[in-house]
């Protein structure tokens, strides 16, 4: 019993070392003067996370868009409120869809990518010959790549909405024939700027922080074999998932469930 | 070196589309208004009631969308409701004085928004005038509770 | 030139987890000359090489490069440093999203603002030192494993280091391109006049181009020398070592209980 209680208290105590060694590795990389050297850097991490993720996000914020529209019309139809179509399809996007499915999706597409991308550069001593070299890796490999997720995941975030909007306008107006007019009306008297889209690049912006960091801490601090490069992968797209749909719920509780 | 540059441009492409989505969600999206707010002018009427209006709800001429609801408070002389209203500016000079004010619901759950419908007197409205004649809005449960009084009492 | 050591290593204890790598271990290596660090697998020779380097901190003792306290310096101060000092990684570690050239260039691009034209010099005279100034272009995964390290070595002398730490150099490499390394070691030591640490279990090639030997075994330094002096020591570990006998004080067996009792006892057959 005795034993059982200890080992808890070492798990715990275990926790809370690696959560105060990934808060100083945040801090470490993420704090610095860019430089014009950095600034390319990042541009390129851009390309990879931002630009190569842009597929799969948009075709997903389509479908997304394309169901919720469908399903909320054969539910609004019952009520005869289906000109509301367009403001069920903006809010639900734009409050909770986008921020959580793009993070989800970009967890998958991007986060595992770049745990794997800096394992290998660990197992393969990559990360050791800079730091020989004198170069820091912090700031040379870890820090762009924690700064183009940053800005990454909002714009991937606002490009799900629009296209989700859009992907609901084809399936509710040109296909079941809501007025043209009234989900848009719908939509705009009942979506604020701040309180809706604003929040939800809140929520996005967390996430982003939240995803990229787990991403580049899990592939730095692995233990540099191709298991541990495999388990660490597994740990980034299912550590990123939990604290995302985790978050969500506290961010939701505080920006729309009145606890302000 | 020619690879960087498509990357650059795919990056600055991509950075683009993200700020124009952003003002497609600002502008048709939360429908705000970026044209300067010269060419509205303001209108008041009060409510004894106005349900469930909000402000930023439409202001419509006969189904035509002319203006938005800017603000709404408690006029603490009538104990009603004031609401405020900007309305386009072309039709500055243009309404009647004896223009009425209903708040409307479109549909049986949707919005509520402000119907005018313009009456027949020669003197107009100006910028900062209170419409006089309003109708409050459709409250369910009065309704309801009138019906069945009337019931009662037949 | 003083003749004072490059390096010194005084006391130095460090342990991963509750096992102990290194318990009091204390060298020194003499400037401008190639110092072997011997030993069997497992005896935490890399780890020695990142203490050195400040990429691992000890328990207990000192690292001293030049006269500076290595784990006493500042994050920055440990960097600057760094720029001395040029490290062979066993597998190369070239960085995989750069050519050749650019990997090369590397350390002259963060540290100095060379022009161009320079730079390009000499990447690629340090290149054609190791022979590869052919393949400039190429990226490291097209490259064999000799060429890797050699690659490698050229980058790691790129910012011209008075140190540079060979880390198992010769592991995995067929004869010809260990001899190829062996050569370049040795004629760049003779060049440029710079010191070298070389850990190796590699006896014939190590002791070829070393001028002084430590061997170290559980977590200490078991026997120290020149190459001849070590090649007639009496002590059987170090001579099992030298020699290469499979079986000695150095067991061929990891331990564990009598053969005989274990296939006959209890756990075996019933």
């Known amino acids: ?260 | 070196m020619k690879r960087s540059k498509m990357m650059e441009l795919g990056v600055g492409l991509f950075m683009l589309a993200g700020i124009l989505g952003l003002v497609f969600l600002g502008l048709r999206v939360s429908g705000l208004t970026m044209g300067p707010s010269g060419d509205t002018f303001t209108l008041e009427a009060n409510f004894s009631n106005i349900g469930g209006l909000k402000p930023r709800a439409k202001v419509t001429m006969a189904g035509v969308n002319v203006g938005r609801v800017s603000a709404i408070e408690l006029d603490t002389d009538w104990y009603d409701a004031r609401v405020v209203m900007e309305l386009d500016g072309t039709l500055e000079g243009r309404l009647s004085r004896d223009t009425t004010a209903a708040i409307l619901t479109s549909g049986l759950l949707g919005e509520q928004y402000v119907g005018l419908s313009v009456g027949g007197d020669p003197e107009t409205l100006a910028d900062g005038d209170s419409i006089r004649d309003t109708q409050s809005a459709l409250v369910l449960e009065e309704l309801i509770q009138q019906f069945v009084s009337n019931m009662v009492s037949d | 030139m003083s003749d004072s050591p490059f390096v010194v290593i005084d006391g130095l204890h460090f342990s991963r987890g509750d096992k102990d790598i290194f318990r009091g271990v204390s060298l020194n290596i003499p400037r401008g000359k190639i110092t072997a660090i011997m030993g069997p697998s497992g005896t935490g020779k890399t780890t020695l090489l990142k203490l050195i380097g400040g990429q691992l901190t000890p328990d207990a003792g000192r690292v001293e490069i030049d006269g500076q306290r290595v784990h006493a310096l500042s994050r920055k101060a440990l960097f600057r440093l760094r720029r001395r000092m040029g490290m062979l990684f066993q597998s190369g570690a070239l960085f995989s999203d750069l050519s050749v050239f650019e990997n090369v260039a590397f350390p002259l691009r963060v540290h100095t603002d060379l022009p161009e034209a320079m730079v390009r010099d000499l990447v690629l005279m340090k290149l054609e030192a190791v022979g590869l100034r052919g393949a400039r272009e190429l990226m490291p995964s097209e490259l064999s494993g000799g060429m890797t390290r050699r690659v490698a070595l050229a980058r790691a002398l790129a910012l011209d280091p008075e140190l540079i730490l060979y880390d198992e150099p010769f592991v995995g490499q067929d004869p010809i391109s260990m001899g190829v390394l062996v050569q370049l070691i040795k004629r760049v030591n003779e060049a440029l006049g710079l010191t070298a640490v070389v850990v190796s279990h590699d006896i014939k090639e190590t002791l070829s181009i070393a001028d002084y030997v430590y061997v170290i075994a559980d977590g200490q330094v078991m026997a120290h020398g020149t190459p001849a002096t070590l090649d007639v020591d009496q002590d059987p570990r170090v001579s099992q070592f030298v020699h290469g006998e499979a079986d000695g004080p150095v067991p061929f067996h990891y331990p564990a209980p009598d053969f005989r009792h274990d296939m006959l006892g209890a756990g075996g057959w019933r």
């Open chain 1, 1 to 260: 019993m005795i034993r059982h209680i200890a080992g808890l208290g070492r798990r715990g105590c275990e926790l809370l070392e690696a959560m105060g060694r990934a808060g100083v590795f945040l801090a470490q990389s993420a704090v610095g003067v860019p430089s014009r050297e950095g600034l390319y850097l990042w541009l390129r991490q851009m390309h990879f996370v931002g630009v190569l993720s842009l597929a799969i996000v948009m075709v997903s914020g389509l479908f997304i868009g394309m169901v919720l529209a469908l399903q909320g019309y054969t539910i609004l139809v019952d009520f005869g409120a289906e000109q509301a179509l367009g403001q069920m399809v903006a809010l639900s996007l734009l409050r909770e869809l986008s921020p959580v499915v793009a993070a989800l999706l970009f967890a998958g597409r991007a986060g595992s990518a770049l745990t794997a991308e800096i394992g290998l550069m660990k197992a393969t001593e990559q990360l050791s010959s800079m730091e020989m070299i004198g170069v820091d890796p912090l700031r040379r490999v870890v820090a762009p790549r924690l700064w183009a997720g940053f800005v990454a995941l909002p714009l991937l975030t606002v490009g799900f909405s629009v296209v989700g909007i859009y992907g609901g306008y084809l399936v509710g107006v040109e296909w079941l024939g809501v007025f043209d007019g009234s989900y848009w009306g719908n939509m705009q008297s009942s979506v604020d700027f701040i309180g809706d889209v604003g929040n939800g690049m809140v929520k996005s912006l967390v996430f982003a922080l939240v995803v990229t960091w787990i991403a580049v801490f899990q592939g730095y601090d692995l233990i540099p074999t191709s298991e541990g490069i495999s388990r660490a992968t597994t740990r980034t797209v299912v550590y990123s998932s939990l604290a995302v749909l985790g978050l969500d719920f506290v961010l939701t509780a505080v920006m729309f469930g009145g606890l302000s």
